[in-house]
C-alpha cells in the first residue's frame, strides 16, 4: 500500500494551486485490517476539472497519515498538493502572552503577576484607582502555626497614596491597560479551543481537464480483526472429517460508513512503529554573548525565560479518548454474541419436511455449511498471508460485523490429551490439522456435536499449511492419568584417568511411571506431554510420537476399562573426580578392587601404591626417630636438673655428677646421630614425594 505507483505524488504541504470547484470526499471502498494495530482505508471517486477534495481527520491520526497517505489522479489529471493544517504545541502558541492564569488560586496570583498595571478597583461602594504594587498575604498564628486567612492589594493612587484593599471584599475591578486586556482574552479563547479542537482538515487539490477517478489510500490506528472457529462433528458419522467454520470480527471506528467495500484480513504481524511528523518541533539553539559585552559582568544565566502555559488539560482530553474506545469496543463485542447465538437458535428451529411424518433432520454440519458460505479467498501477499472478500461487505460506523471466511471440512484426530502444565485432569481435544491452502489465523473455537456444544478451546498459535496444533476443550470423566517419579543411581561403570584425576561416570535414572485407567465403555487414544528434563535423554521408550515445545510425546491406546502402568526412563551420566595426589594408600587399594578399572589403569594405581607405600614407610621411621629424639632430649632435662641442685662439698654427690655428666655425652652423641638419620630421611621423603607426583601427572588413559 505505501509501494510507488504510477502518478503518484509527493506531499507537498502549503503549496498554492488554482482554485477549483471542491468535490465530495470519494467513499471508502477497501479496507484491508491487520494484527498490528494499522488498517488501511482506500477511497476512489469521480472529480472534474481543477478539483480541491477535503478530509476530515482526527488529530492523533494525523501521525499515520503523513507517513502513509497517498493521492494518485487516474486520469489525465495530476495532483498539485496536499495541505493539512498545522498544530502547534500549546505552550508555543502563548509563549508570546506575557500572563498567565494559574489553576490554584487564580485570583492572588494572577494579580501578583501584574505588578505596575494600572487597575481600577470597587469594594466597599468606593472606587479606587491605582497600578499594583502587589499582593500580601494575611497570616495570623492559630495553635502555633501560621494560618493565611486572605489577601490584600496594595495600590498606588495618583496622588501618591498607597492604598490596601482587602482582596476578597473587592466586588468588581477592571485592567486600564488595554494591551493587557487583549492577551487575557486571547490566552483565555486559546487554552478553551484546545480543549475541543480535535479535527484536521487534509486537501488533495487536483488539476485537469473534465471528469476522472481520483484515488486516495492511507494507513490509520484501527483495532485488530479477531478470529474465531467453529468445529462441527458429525454426529451419526463419527468418522466423517469434521466442518471448520471460521469468521472474522471487524471493527468500524472511522467516521465514514462502510457501504459495499471489499474488504480483506491479513494473518501475522508486519513491523510498525509510529513516528510524529505532524508536530512541529524546535530546535534548542544556544545562547551566545553579544559581541562586545564579553568583558562586562553580565550574568547571561539570569535572563528571563519565556513561560510555558500548562497543556495538562489538553493531554487529559487526549487520554480519555482510549477509554471511550475501549467502552465502545465492549459494547460491539457484546452485541456480537447476541447475534452468534440468535443464528444458531434460528438454524435448530428450522421447520420439517412438508408432508405426513417429519423428515430425519440433516445433521448439523451439513445445516451450516448450506446456510453460511465463505466470503473470501486465501492468498499469499509477501511474506503474509490474507484473506481476501470475494463480496461487498457493509459496515455502518461505529458498529462491527462477522465475516465467514472459511467454510470446508478439515482433516483431524479426536483424543484425549494430559499436560500438567494445561490441567491436572487429563482432556478431551482435537488435533486440528491444516491440509489446506489457508493459514489459520490464532482464536478461539467452539466444538459442537449436532446442536450439542461440546466445549471452548483456544487455537494459540498461527497454523501455516501442513502444520497441526492441539485443542483441548473439555475435561474427560472417564480417563484418569496418575504420575509417579523415582529417581535412583547406579553403581559406578566407567573410570578415565587424567593428569592425576580419576573421573568416575555412573548412571543416574529419572523413571516416570504413569498409571492410565480408562473407566469408560470405548477404547480412546491418549496423549501424554511429559516436560523434557534437559540433562537427560530418552531411555524408554526409544524415541517419542514426537518432541514439542520442551515435552516428549507419547501416544498411548486405551482399551475400553483397561488399567496400565506406562513408564518412562530418562537417563544422565553423574560424574565423581578424585584426585590421586590427595588419597592415601588405603584408598588407592580400595579402588585397585573395582570392577570398572581397566587392567592398564590397576597397574598404574598399584605402582602409585607401591610409591605410595615406601613415602610411608619413610615417614614412619622419621616418626620413629622424632619421637627417641625427644625422648634423648627430655632425659637430658632430668640430668640437668638433677645436678643443679647437688652440692660441690660432698664427694658422693660428686661422684653422681661425674656418672651424669657421662650420661649426657652419651646422649648427646644419640642425639646427633639421630639428626643425621632424620635429615637424610627427610631428603628421601621429599624425593618420593617429587616421584610420586611426576609419576601421576604423567598418566593419561589411551
Known sequence: MRCA??????????????????????????????KHGMGYLERQGKVKDNATVSFAFRAEQMKDLLTSFYAVDLGNGKIASVQYETRDPLSKQLQDIQINVPENAALSQFLAQLKGARLKAKAAGETVDGRILGVEPMVETVNNQAVTKGFRLVLLTDNGTIRSLDLYAITEFSLSDEALQRDLRRLLDITLDSKYTNRKKLTV???????????????????????????????????????????????????????DISISFVAGNPLSYVMDLYSPFYVQRPRVPIPGLQNLNVAWDATPDVDAAPVALAEAQEDAAPAMARLESAKRKADFAGRARQTMDEVRAMPAAPGGAPAAAKPMADLLS?????????????????????????????QAAMVPILSQAIQGQRLVYYKAAFSPKPANAFVLRNDMDLTLEAGAVTFFEGGTSLGEGILAHTLPPGSQEVVPYAIDASVDVNPQVQSRREPFFKATLVDGILTLTCTET????WKLVNRG??????????????????????????EVDHHYRFEIPLKAGETMDFAVEEKRDVFETVHLANCQEDQIRFYLGQAYLRNEQKAFLKEVAAAMAERAEVQRQVQEWQQQSQRLQEEQRRLRDNMNSMRADRPKEQELRAKWVEQLGQAEDKLTALRGQIDEAGAKQRQLDEELAKKIRSYRDQ
Open 521 to 546: 465403555k470405548t477404547p480412546v487414544t491418549l496423549w501424554i506431554d511429559q516436560p523434557k528434563n534437559m540433562a537427560y535423554r530418552l531411555n524408554k521408550p526409544e524415541k517419542p510420537l514426537k
Open 205 to 259: 487539490s487536483s488539476t485537469g481537464q473534465g471528469e476522472r477517478e481520483l484515488r486516495v489510500g492511507y494507513l490509520i490506528e484501527m483495532p485488530i480483526w479477531k478470529c474465531s472457529y467453529r468445529v462441527i462433528f458429525d454426529e451419526a458419522k463419527k468418522d466423517a472429517p469434521p466442518l471448520l467454520q471460521g469468521w472474522a470480527l471487524a471493527e468500524n471506528t472511522t467516521e465514514d460508513d462502510w457501504k
Open 370 to 398: 448450506q446456510s453460511v458460505a465463505s466470503m473470501a479467498k486465501g492468498v499469499k501477499v509477501g511474506e503474509l498471508f490474507s484473506y481476501e472478500g470475494q463480496g461487498k461487505v457493509s459496515i455502518p460506523k461505529g
Open 510 to 513: 529419572l523413571a516416570n511411571t
Open 5 to 34: 505507483m504510477g502518478g503518484l505524488l509527493c506531499l507537498v504541504a502549503f503549496c498554492a494551486v488554482s482554485a477549483g470547484e471542491t468535490a465530495e470526499p470519494p467513499p471508502v471502498q477497501k479496507v484491508v485490517l491487520y
